[in-house]
């Protein structure tokens, strides 16, 4: 079980000041918590790399956490931004096919959880442009494949590509 | 059946690599913001000189309106740009929006009085715009240079609005400080030469510092 809000800001707040024992239980939550976060919305054999660069942004930029405000929101904002980075890096790669996870349904998602969801990224923008990029960057399949799945043509998919990833990079921070 | 999960080992590393850093406060960064525009006003006065007719409240009411509308929506943004630096799902970022669309009423109010004079725009020339202008973009490098740093210690997440956000604050806080020294007090001049440096920092910061912001 992932610890809770409050747990994690003390953990954050003692590892700002150097505490490496408290940082080493913070790390290993936030493993648990960006692995579980990811889980339906990156192609499974990229999580391990997305986690570990989100931890690694975490740990760079730990000093902008600001110690009175909540630690999720701000973690969720540092993944939300290295996952938009990660998907305009993403290529094609054939074993990618997204596994039908059901994390979010198992834990009983809180509320919080839900406000800082992915999905809650993914139903702002039009459907078009989510479903080109979940097919392309998630699930990797090509461009062409793409278009016969959708129904969409070739060069509509990559528009919706492009415009998609452009809309979910500002995106970043809203939570309706 | 439990399953063992195997340690990562870039937990251990990044737990060795930990030093105490000093946390990005809110108040540390609207103090570098406004240590720039201080030190904007204090380069003005050594090399132009402030207005001291403007100083002392005898000018023109347009130009404490304009200088004042510039400062107040420069200021807003400026508060939006350091915040961003510790990013959060959930912030928001109105407040630059409507402060901005205040300011621009001063060169809507600039065009009206523009297209309503004897001659129209063709009859009007002013032969300082120009250098006020450019002025009031020399006069945003010290904040823009300030509210960059600040971005670049933090870790901002809207990238493109953090970029157009530090054009609009340090044109319009670096326009109102040229401001001060400019003894042109009327409507047109203020609305339009003054105003314009924000629409230029506006649209060089969108697409001119996303670059350095990134990360």
Do not use: K
């Given at each position: 079980m992932i610890a809770d809000e409050p747990t994690l800001a003390r953990l954050m707040a003692a590892s700002q000041q150097g505490d490496k024992q408290a940082y080493t239980v913070l790390l290993t939550e936030v493993q648990l918590w960006l692995e579980r976060y990811f889980r339906r919305r990156c192609a499974p054999a990229m999580l391990d790399d997305l986690v570990q660069e989100v931890m690694l942004a975490v740990h760079r930029k730990r000093?902008?956490?600001?110690?009175?405000?909540?630690f999720l929101p701000w973690l969720a904002a540092i993944a939300r931004y290295r996952w938009v980075d990660h998907l305009r890096k993403v290529y094609r790669t054939e074993e990618d096919a997204l596994e039908d996870h059901d994390a979010a349904e198992d834990s009983g998602e809180d509320a919080l959880l839900a406000r800082l969801s992915l999905e809650r990224m993914f139903v702002q923008i039009p459907s078009k442009q989510s479903e080109a990029i979940e097919l392309v960057k998630i699930e990797g399949l090509s461009i062409a494949e793409a278009a016969e799945r959708s129904g969409q043509s070739e060069s509509a998919v990559k528009v919706n590509i492009h415009r998609g990833l452009k809309k979910l990079a500002a995106l970043v921070e809203k939570a309706e | 059946m439990i399953m063992e999960r195997v340690p990562n080992p870039l937990v251990g590393q990044l737990a060795n690599d930990l030093a105490p850093v000093r946390t990005l406060k809110l108040r540390d960064g609207l103090a570098l913001a406004v240590l720039a525009l201080v030190g904007t006003v204090l380069l003005v006065q050594l090399v132009?000189?402030?207005w001291m007719t403007g100083v002392y409240g005898h000018a023109s009411p347009f130009f404490y309106i304009g200088n004042g509308l510039l400062l107040a929506s420069g200021a807003a943004a400026a508060v939006a740009v350091v915040s961003m630096a510790s990013p959060r799902v959930g912030n928001r970022y109105e407040g630059p929006k409507w402060a901005m669309a205040t300011a621009a009423v001063l060169p809507v109010a600039a065009l009206v009085t523009l297209l309503a004079q004897p001659g129209g725009p063709a009859a009007y020339h002013d032969e300082h715009g120009i250098y006020c202008l450019v002025a009031g973009l020399v006069c945003s490098l010290l904040v823009t240079g300030a509210l960059v740093h600040w971005l670049r210690r933090g870790a901002p997440v809207s990238i493109s609005t953090a970029g157009l956000l530090t054009g609009v604050a340090a044109t319009a806080l670096g326009s109102a400080a040229y401001g001060l020294s400019c003894?042109?007090?009327?409507v047109m001049h203020i609305g339009l030469w003054h105003a314009a440096p924000v629409l230029v920092g506006a649209i060089a910061g969108r697409f001119l510092l996303p670059p350095l912001l990134k990360w």
């Open positions: 000093a902008s956490w600001d110690a009175s405000r909540p | 132009e000189g402030l003894p042109i007090d009327d």
